[in-house]
Each structure stands twice: as structure tokens, then as C-alpha cells.
Nanobody
Framework: VQLQASGGGLVQAGGSLKLSCAAS????????MAWYRQAPGKQRELVAS???????NYADSVKGRFTISRDNAKSTVYLRMNSLKPEDTAVYYC?????????WGQGTLVTVSS
């Protein structure tokens, strides 16, 4: 599985962005997909995940503002980010997991200006 993330950019506080992560291969529907982020000088942290059964999970810091979704027909996972804050500034990575499989995308930079 190879992952290609896109959609990052510069946005003002209060604005919105939608990240996409396209996966190769034929097992996308079986994968648990997740978005992580890493801000400068900080550890990588889980932002949101969505299971093969469409069960989603969010970090407390993004609940009510971010929405993760998946389109199995397009082998793509999305992260809709609303009401962005400067503290959301980070490199966002998508992740695919299934048993021993643990793959990462290349990351996409999100910068939120105040």
C-alpha cells in the first residue's frame, strides 16, 4: 500500500481545509485509516481515525471541528478541518493499518495564521 496525501496549505484562523489521502492497492476497504500530525518540536499525535466499519475516533483537541471520512470506491480518506486554529499548524500524515501492515504517507503541511 502506498499513500499520497494532498490538500495542505496556508489558511487564516477560522478557515477550513480538506486533506485527501489516496491509497494504492486493492485492500483499502479493509484498512483502518488515520490522520496524524506533527508540529515543530513536538511528537507526532493521532488526530483522527476511521475503521473499515466506518467507526471514527478523534483527538479531544479537534472534536467538533474535524471530520474524517473515507470513500472505498476511490480508495481515499479525507480530513475536513473547520474552525482552524494556529495550534493546528503541523505536518499532517495519513496512515494505513491492518494487522502487521503500517504504512505512512509523505505528509502535507498545514499552516494556520493568526
Amino acid at each position: 500500500v502506498q499513500l499520497q496525501a494532498s490538500g495542505g496549505g496556508l489558511v487564516q484562523a477560522g478557515g477550513s481545509l480538506k486533506l485527501s489521502c489516496a491509497a494504492s492497492g486493492t485492500i483499502f476497504r479493509l484498512l483502518t485509516m488515520a490522520w496524524y500530525r506533527q508540529a515543530p518540536g513536538k511528537q507526532r499525535e493521532l488526530v483522527a481515525s476511521i475503521s473499515s466499519g466506518y467507526r471514527s475516533n478523534y483527538a479531544d483537541s479537534v472534536k467538533g471541528r474535524f471530520t474524517i471520512s473515507r470513500d472505498n470506491a476511490k480508495s481515499t480518506v479525507y480530513l475536513r478541518m473547520n474552525s482552524l486554529k494556529p495550534e493546528d499548524t503541523a505536518v499532517y500524515y495519513c496512515n494505513a493499518a491492518l494487522r502487521s501492515l503500517d504504512e505512512w504517507g509523505q505528509g502535507t503541511l498545514v499552516t494556520v495564521s493568526s
